[in-house]
């Protein structure tokens, strides 16, 4: 029986060791991003950014349908347009920069119309009577910018 050498038996478990760390952490970079982020810096993994924007898309057809409803009541269909615009108004802010930017270039230098855009969408359509030319308005602002952007 050969005995290993005590070096061997050392890079083994050093690598054993490696290994087990690094499964034990789920998220190092997430991890590693607290530490090399700015504190006010938005960090959107392409996973979530994508999730967020099918949320988006989601709630705008949604709206879409609220609006081109004809034979519904109007404080129901006020009532579907403002919860379509309370959600996209808070999916967009989820996805707005920090101070210190953000991990997507594109939404640094659009979200925060955007947002705003939904912010007034939502107050005229509030009204009595509803207002709903903004509203219409926001596909149309995702096209545009999706257009600049590919």
Do not use: W
């Amino acid at each position: 029986m050969k005995i290993q050498q005590p070096e061997s038996v050392f890079r083994m478990i050093l690598v054993l060791l490696t290994i087990l760390a690094i499964s034990g952490c789920n998220d190092i970079a997430a991890m590693a991003r607290k530490v090399t982020y700015p504190p006010d810096f938005n960090y959107v993994s392409a996973q979530e950014f994508r999730s967020r924007m099918h949320q988006l898309a989601f709630q705008l057809q949604l709206l879409d349908q609220a609006l081109v409803k004809v034979n519904t009541e109007q404080s129901i269909q006020q009532q579907q347009v403002l919860d379509a615009l309370r959600n996209i108004e808070r999916i967009g802010s989820s996805l707005q920069a920090g101070e210190a930017g953000s991990s997507h270039p594109f939404i640094d230098d659009f979200m925060d119309d955007f947002v705003t855009d939904v912010g007034k969408s939502r107050i005229t359509a509030s009204m009595e009577p509803a207002n709903y030319y903004r509203a219409g308005r926001l596909a149309g602002s995702c096209f545009n910018c999706h257009k600049v952007n590919r």
